[in-house]
């Protein structure tokens, strides 16, 4: 069936590094969503891309969608403490796959 | 609007006993999932309900069931619980289904002891 490999499992970053996290899916996806879990939390709706070569920015966060629509990644610039939590790509088959997400930890 | 609101926030039930989930989604929002997220995993997909319609299952045991009323609000139901269901079960509703932004609930934290 439809995978949706993310990698890394962890990131440690120091506070102001950057940090990326990447998905690829087995199958071409019709379009690749993002969540973000914070510890204790549940996950929130980051943003969907839809197009082939799509890059959509929210601040420091870049997104993109491959071309062929079975890879995209996500990279914060300058990470800060409010970054924490793990990051999940997720794309739609029948239901949606997720990945398995990948935890941004701040080194102290 | 109202977020997705799911009821109880905590469980602790004993090994054998049965348990309901409760799930209010979005107004409006006609699809709920279900997902069981336990430590370090990732989200592991029950059940996606449509208009009172099981539309998806997951591989999960016959154990996990659900169902949705005409209101949209769902129910989880677990039978015979094991140790290895404790995790935090998640629900979410979104307007047309997988292609379409999911929101969340807080979860149902599940203590089976």
């Known amino acids: 069936g439809q995978q949706v490999m993310q990698i890394p499992q962890y990131q440690h970053v120091q506070e102001g590094e950057d940090f990326t996290t990447y998905c690829n899916s087995s199958?071409?996806?019709?379009?690749i969503q993002w969540y973000k879990q914070r510890p204790g939390g549940h996950p929130v709706f980051l943003i969907q891309?839809?197009?082939s070569g799509e890059v959509k920015k929210q601040k420091r966060l870049t997104f993109q969608f491959g071309e062929a629509k079975k890879n995209s990644s996500l990279h914060i610039t300058a990470t800060q403490t409010t970054d924490v939590g793990t990051y999940f790509c997720?794309?739609?088959?029948?239901?949606?796959?997720w990945g398995a997400g990948t935890k941004l930890i701040i080194k102290p | 609007k109202a977020g997705v609101t799911q009821t109880p926030r905590y469980l602790i039930k004993t090994r054998g006993q049965q348990v309901t989930l409760s799930c209010s989604p979005i107004?409006?929002?006609?699809?709920v999932s279900w997902y069981q997220q336990t430590p370090g995993q990732g989200l592991q997909f029950l059940f996606e309900?449509?208009?009172?319609?099981?539309?998806n299952k997951g591989n999960f045991p016959g154990r996990f069931s659900g169902r949705q009323f005409s209101n949209s609000r769902s129910e989880m139901n677990v039978s015979t619980l094991e140790l290895g269901d404790s995790a935090l079960y998640l629900c979410?509703?979104?307007?047309?289904?997988?292609?379409?932004?999911?929101?969340f609930g807080q979860g149902t934290r599940l203590t089976v002891v």
């Open positions: 979410a509703s979104s307007f047309r289904g997988p292609t379409s932004e999911a929101f």
């Open positions: 107004s409006g929002h006609r699809s």
């Open positions: 309900y449509f208009s009172e319609t099981q539309r």
């Open positions: 199958t071409t996806l019709s379009n």
């Open positions: 891309l839809v197009k």
């Open positions: 997720a794309g739609p088959n029948y239901q949606l796959i």
